[in-house]
């Protein structure tokens, strides 16, 4: 029966009943209505990304929602916060109950987006004034006590929410208080609570803010959420969550993919609509560097599969060094066909004498040129050696000078940062550079490595000074698996010779 064909038959219907039974449908009607306008939980399918992100909550107590935008995050959590407040789990819940009344706040940036966010989802309207909304939103209505609203305005200030132990009994009041970053760290001093949820990360403050809420959490081992989309970058908060492998934290993304309201249509135009750098942002739950971002490309764009390199590559590792602090060491090769640069191996570790590098570095291949920086010549405070000297003793393949840019029309060699990052942004941007996808220090540097005020911020940029000195080597200092095996012993011999010859 097609869609006119019903209308017809329901207005058949109406025409043919009693004044009383027509009034009886109304009300019946309204009354499913109403049912489902004021206990919107009821009707809430989670998605897989929910379910996940729900779950966690039985193993960790503080967990991060870092969601692309769209996709639902801050609804998301007022579901979970319902939950918690009424105790109406639903029977797919696997993560954490509260078996009594609780204390729970929510937290946004400002008064006005605490109200137009947190408020509107958890209430349905971010207008307190508008009794008729209020129970629209993830809070059933009949669980509102509307006695106990206190309000400044149209904001809800704290109200209390009937809760329901596993058998469905009422047993008590949660209390629910809105507050606002803004109002400072004072503002989350001294209660004790069992459920604090922020939605989106202070721009200023959100490692203090996150450790007040932690602490007012101590006393009851309760949780702390956070949801946001990651404007501010990778923040100290975000890096904290983001590289925890063990204990309370935990981290989770949120992609437009993951959220099944986002049609591929949608994908299209929003991202028509967003600048390059805040793709990754936008869409995936991914932080990066705004617009300070060096390399402003998604990681999709450069990744790859590794493969075999052919023997007739040219192959070069460029190495960041460090004795008081993190030494890098990345290899690369350049097809000339294709005129790509492949990033196929990263190596990490923390400062220390070369000779703690030098198995790693001669296990990739002894006759793979090593390229280091021009400070590897300084030397060493009481030895007589410099840096460099000592790789070579250890049986690196170290070239004889140090690392210099391709030589430009005027013949002259430097080492000048720009020219080599943006030749590489711009391979990186033309699908001539790719990493191979098990460099997981290269992506993870790659999200931080970002520019302050026109400088580019020296932390956390070890393997990126590596990645660099080993790009810009590969096309005019690498050698070929071939060729090595043609000439490898005398011109590395002859290599070391120059080296000791130098000092």
Not at 379 to 392: F, K, L, N, P
């Amino acid at each position: 029966m097609s869609k006119t064909d019903l209308t017809q038959s329901i207005e058949l219907a109406l025409r043919t009943m009693n004044k009383e039974d027509k009034a009886e449908l109304l009300r019946m009607l309204q009354e499913k209505e109403n049912l489902r306008k004021y206990n919107k939980m009821n009707y809430f399918k989670a998605y897989d990304f929910q379910k996940r992100f729900y779950g966690a909550s039985k193993d960790y107590r503080f967990r991060f929602l870092c969601a692309a935008n769209r996709v639902g995050k801050s609804y998301s959590e007022a579901y979970e916060m319902a939950c918690h407040l009424t105790g109406r789990y639903p029977t797919w819940w696997e993560g954490y109950r509260y078996n009594k009344p609780i204390l729970a706040w929510a937290v946004g940036i400002t008064g006005d987006s605490t109200r137009k966010v947190l408020q509107k989802e958890l209430f349905g309207t971010p207008v307190a004034k508008d009794l008729g909304a209020l129970g629209t939103g993830a809070i059933p209505r009949d669980c509102i006590d509307f006695d106990t609203i206190e309000k400044d305005g149209n904001k809800i200030l704290i109200v209390q929410i009937k809760h329901h132990n596993a058998r469905g009994e009422f047993d008590g009041m949660s209390t629910l208080e809105f507050r606002s970053t803004q109002q400072g760290e004072h503002a989350l001093m001294g209660a004790t609570v069992d459920f604090i949820w922020l939605d989106e990360e202070d721009p200023y403050d959100s490692m203090n803010i996150f450790s007040q809420c932690v602490t007012r959490t101590l006393t009851t081992r309760g949780l702390v959420v956070l949801t946001a989309t990651p404007e501010n970058g990778r923040t100290e908060l975000v890096d904290k969550f983001m590289v925890n492998k063990e204990g309370d934290l935990y981290w989770q993304n949120a992609t437009w993919w993951d959220a099944p309201h986002i049609t591929e249509e949608d994908i299209k135009n929003m991202l028509a609509a967003i600048p390059d750098w805040q793709v990754q942002m936008r869409s995936r739950g991914e932080p990066v560097m705004g617009s300070g971002l060096i390399y402003d490309v998604s990681d999709e764009q450069i990744r790859c599969d590794s493969f075999p390199i052919p023997d007739h590559w040219r192959r070069v590792a460029g190495v960041d060094i460090g004795i008081t602090h993190d030494t890098a060491v990345v290899w690369s090769a350049y097809d000339p066909d294709g005129d790509v640069i492949y990033v196929y191996d990263a190596y990490h570790a923390d400062g220390g004498v070369p000779a703690l590098h030098a198995h790693a570095i001669n296990a990739r291949g002894n006759w793979i040129p090593v390229v280091l920086p021009h400070d590897s010549q300084n030397m060493e405070r009481g030895s007589g050696m410099s840096v460099a000297q000592y790789y070579i003793n250890a049986g690196v393949n170290a070239k004889h000078e140090t690392f210099y840019n391709k030589i430009g029309m005027d013949g002259k060699k430097n080492n000048f940062v720009e020219p080599g990052i943006m030749e590489i942004r711009e391979r990186m941007k033309t699908g001539r550079f790719k990493v191979f996808n098990h460099c997981h220090r290269i992506f993870e540097e790659k999200a931080r490595y970002h520019r302050n005020e026109g400088k580019i911020v020296k932390t956390f940029d070890d393997t990126m000074d590596a990645m660099r000195y080993s790009a810009m080597s590969v096309t005019h200092r690498g050698v070929s698996k071939n060729d090595a095996n043609h000439g490898y012993t005398s011109a590395y011999n002859d290599n070391i010779s120059r080296w000791n010859s130098s000092y």
